[in-house]
């Protein structure tokens, strides 16, 4: 079975820009979890999808959003991109029920300039 | 979720079996022991978890202290490959939130 795929794996954007990431689960899993990945700040969640509904939300500024579509593939959204936002984005996804186990995707590298 | 504790960095021989600990002296009744590790620049890879009893598959075995506040993740034939940073998060398996905490984890090093 497929394992989970992000798209792109590299993104450089400049500040204000604002940049569309992709994720695609594994086949039969319905949720659908962001994290980011700093140096700094370590591994933070963002938000988890479940059926194209937020079902749960991390502690982030309203230009993150996201979307989870009927087939369960997600995006996410930043909108005027700072320099802080420079990050690796993971997705996980899993099967849905709350607590069941998650699995990473590679991840995207944005780096704002 | 209750918060856990590693040692910073660990050494191992390669070949050698490596004893990674975990403190999770709050952990509730209800909470899993979930072990990621996570190769440089790559997305964590679920390792094993386990709730009170010994758990063992394919990568690794979990042992979980009687009292559920610490447990040990073993590697028993480390490789170059299994040099990573693993980290150790309890959740509530069931019912609970898909939020994953992580902390600081482990920094492995396997030397040949």
């Known amino acids: 079975k497929a394992g989970v795929t992000q798209t792109p794996r590299y993104l450089i954007k400049t500040r204000g820009q604002q940049v569309t990431l992709s994720c695609s689960p594994i086949s039969g899993h319905r949720s659908v979890s962001w994290y980011q990945q700093t140096p700094g700040q370590g591994l933070q969640f963002l938000f988890e999808?479940?059926?194209?509904?937020?079902?749960n939300k991390g502690n982030f500024p309203g230009r993150f959003s996201g979307r989870q579509f009927s087939n369960s593939r997600s995006e996410m959204n930043v909108s005027t991109l700072e320099l802080g936002d420079s990050a690796l984005y993971l997705c996980?996804?899993?099967?849905?029920?709350?607590?069941?186990?998650?699995?990473f995707g590679p991840g995207t590298r944005l780096t704002v300039l | 979720d209750a918060k856990t504790t590693q040692p910073p960095s660990m050494d191992c021989a390669e070949g050698r079996a490596a004893n990674l600990p975990c403190n999770h002296s709050?952990?509730?009744?209800?909470?899993?022991v979930y072990w990621y590790r996570q190769i440089h620049s790559q997305g964590p890879q679920y390792i094993i978890h386990?709730?009170?009893n010994n758990e063992t598959n394919e990568m690794a075995s979990l042992i979980i202290t009687e009292d559920r506040k610490s447990s040990t993740l073993i590697l028993p034939h480390a490789t170059l490959r299994d040099t990573a940073v693993y980290y150790c998060i309890v959740r509530v398996a069931k019912g609970g939130s898909e939020k994953l905490v992580f902390g600081k984890g482990m920094k492995l090093t396997v030397n040949p």
């Open positions: 386990g709730l009170k």
């Open positions: 999808y479940f059926s194209e509904t937020q079902r």
């Open positions: 996980a996804s899993s099967l849905g029920t709350r607590g069941d186990t998650q699995y």
């Open positions: 709050t952990i509730s009744g209800n909470e899993y």
